[in-house]
């Protein structure tokens, strides 16, 4: 699509005055970690005053750049708001506008409750004894196999609910709790309403390999078995996700059961990602680069083997502050290492019940600060960008740039890096998602169209006193009303596509009335014609845009002027038979009072 172009009949949405935080600068960038170098502007790519053009219709963006360029670009000239396009703004006043937020590592379907095993942890019971004993993962898969559909949306809802408020556009939902089939094709069927219901983008991945079912104890490469020929064949036949997930783990899964389960997903088309070196470094990092893995998950134990790897790979290091901090871990990432390396570092809340029972990704980014020293740009761009790239989705998702995912937070700040120093209750102006409110803005304006005037012009005969109409048509106005004459016409141009919208036809009688008169100007003309313009359905108030053109129909015949409509058929038939249909009432009226007196 071109710059600032906008094709068909559609809804342009302008935010005006903000401080567009694009993102579209590097995560890491040396020097600016360093006290008192750069600024907001090169940080996060701010532009300051700045302006961003949504198609509602694509849902993408069409334009960034200098709210004083507004009026120049081609989706605010007066022709285009002729063909069709309905022109709306919103004037953030200054606030700070956002790509919507990426939670690229949540488990967020379970069924249970797992509060007992943080009474159990603070009683000092680790992580790794309650997993042995049954507990942890295994827990919530009983949970999970003995609840429907029905309960397992049910629990999940104020959990999705509660990330969409907090500007997260993009999802992560993972399965493995049910590490049988039937459970585990049932949560991603769950996950997928989700994405069918809720306003956000859900991506989807399988994680039959999150842990040993108790039914295989002793001969997990059984499991492995099933979930290679048995589970991913049926995720890949309904099509129910679009990556593969492994945990690479001591209390899970080898290195050699892993790279099976990478074997079979590729086999089936699907991407791969790993939950690695959570609690010992056992090579996974290195295991899931071999298969170009999106993304390599938790990595508090990675190796400088494994940082070198990462470097020269597309593998994104998803960091899970949430479950460092809930489970009070004392070996962090290698963040400077990682920071050196120029590793690109996204954070997830790896939202679950039982390490990290946090819906909430703002708490995620002050956490990913204050225990990982992470700079604020870093964190930023590890909820936007980096983290659509975990997803595969940074192509289009993640940045304010054309051409991009219209996923838009507006914040009430002044500078980006409060969102995480502080947590005091700060919620979104507004929030779109893929060109729709999600969470409408205080205003919206709509610039009408109603001065956009069709140029008249064509061909003039110098050499002869033959008149074209274009050369002898005049406006419709008060003016016109007083030398209107017997016999004079009056064209009316009825900008509307919403009937046929709505009956499911063919568009494009918007465009009908200006190329009307385009074929109209340059015919020999001589008697009296009047320009009227045009009326325009906005909104999709078909009724009300039927309403001003009767009254167009009604003030032309009041003056003896014969109205010549200008759209589709259909569009135009109800609103001239009402207008014709008042002028005959009172015209009828009018005589029945002059025999009576």
């Known amino acids: 699509m071109e710059e600032g172009k906008v094709e068909g009949d559609a809804v342009v949405v302008v935010f005006r005055h903000a401080s567009v935080v694009t993102m579209d600068v590097p995560q890491h960038q040396s020097g600016l970690q360093q006290k008192g170098k750069g600024d907001d502007e090169r940080r996060f790519g701010i532009i300051r005053d700045g302006a961003v053009a949504v198609s509602t219709e694509s849902g993408l963006i069409v334009w960034v750049g200098k709210d004083a360029d507004v009026g120049k670009q081609a989706f605010y000239s007066s022709s285009s708001m002729i063909i069709g396009t309905t022109l709306k703004e919103v004037d953030c006043k200054g606030q700070c506008l956002l790509p919507g937020f990426v939670d690229c590592h949540t488990h967020l379907v379970y069924g249970g409750d797992r509060s007992n095993e943080f009474e159990e942890r603070l009683e000092g019971v680790s992580y790794e004894d309650i997993s042995r004993r049954g507990g942890g993962i295994a827990s919530t898969v009983r949970a999970t196999r003995q609840a429907t559909e029905e309960e397992l949306l049910e629990a999940a809802m104020p959990r999705i609910q509660a990330l969409i408020n907090e500007g997260v556009t993009t999802v992560e939902i993972k399965s493995g709790y049910g590490l049988d089939t039937e459970t585990e094709l049932k949560m991603l069927r769950v996950a997928k309403t989700i994405g069918e219901t809720f306003p956000i983008t859900v991506v989807r991945t399988f994680l039959g390999a999150h842990a040993i079912p108790p039914n295989f104890l002793g001969s997990s490469d059984e499991y492995i078995k099933q979930v290679c020929e048995e589970m991913i064949p049926c995720v890949a036949k309904e099509n129910l996700a679009t990556a593969v997930d492994v945990f690479c783990e001591k209390i899970a899964f080898n290195i050699e059961q892993t790279e099976r389960v990478f074997q079979a997903a590729k086999k089936y088309g699907l991407e791969v990602k790993l939950h690695s070196e959570q609690l010992s470094d056992m090579g996974g990092t290195k295991l899931a680069i071999k298969y170009n893995a999106l993304s390599v998950d938790h990595l508090e134990y990675t190796s400088d083997e494994s940082i070198a790897a990462l470097k020269e790979s597309n593998t994104v290091a998803v960091l899970l502050p949430g479950a460092f901090y809930y489970l009070r871990e004392k070996m962090a990432p290698p963040i400077q290492k990682f920071r050196d390396a120029g590793v690109p570092l996204a954070i997830a809340t790896d939202l679950n019940p039982g390490t990290s029972p946090f819906a909430s990704l703002r708490i995620m980014m002050n956490m990913a600060c204050t225990l990982f020293r992470l700079t604020p740009r870093e964190v930023l761009h590890g909820c936007t960008h980096t983290a659509a790239k975990a997803l595969g989705l940074h192509h289009s998702v993640g940045l304010i740039k054309e051409s991009f995912k219209a996923n838009l937070v507006l914040w009430p700040i002044t500078r980006p890096a409060t969102l995480c120093a502080t947590f005091t ?108 313009h045009n009326v325009y359905c906005l909104e999709g108030d078909l009724d009300k845009a039927h309403a001003q053109y009767a009254d167009k129909i009604y003030d032309l015949l009041s003056h003896n002027v014969t109205p010549i409509g200008l759209g589709g058929g259909h569009e135009i038939a109800w609103g001239s038979f009402n207008g014709i249909a008042k002028f005959l009432f009172k015209h009828k009226s009018d005589n029945n009072n002059n025999n009576s007196n």
């Open 425 to 532: 209750g700060i919620t979104p102006s507004f929030i779109m998602h893929h060109g729709k409110f999600t969470k409408l803005p205080t205003t919206i304006t709509t610039k009408s169209p109603k001065n956009a005037v069709f140029e008249w012009k064509g061909r003039v005969d110098a050499e002869s006193n033959t008149t074209r109409l274009h050369q002898v048509i005049c406006s419709w106005d008060a003016t016109s009303r007083d030398v209107a004459a017997q016999g004079a016409f009056g064209l009316v141009g009825f900008c509307s596509d919403e009937g046929v919208r709505r009956n499911h036809g063919r568009v494009g009688a918007a465009l009908a009335p200006n190329a009307i008169r385009t074929q109209l100007a340059s015919l020999p003309w001589e008697t009296k014609m009047f320009d009227a």
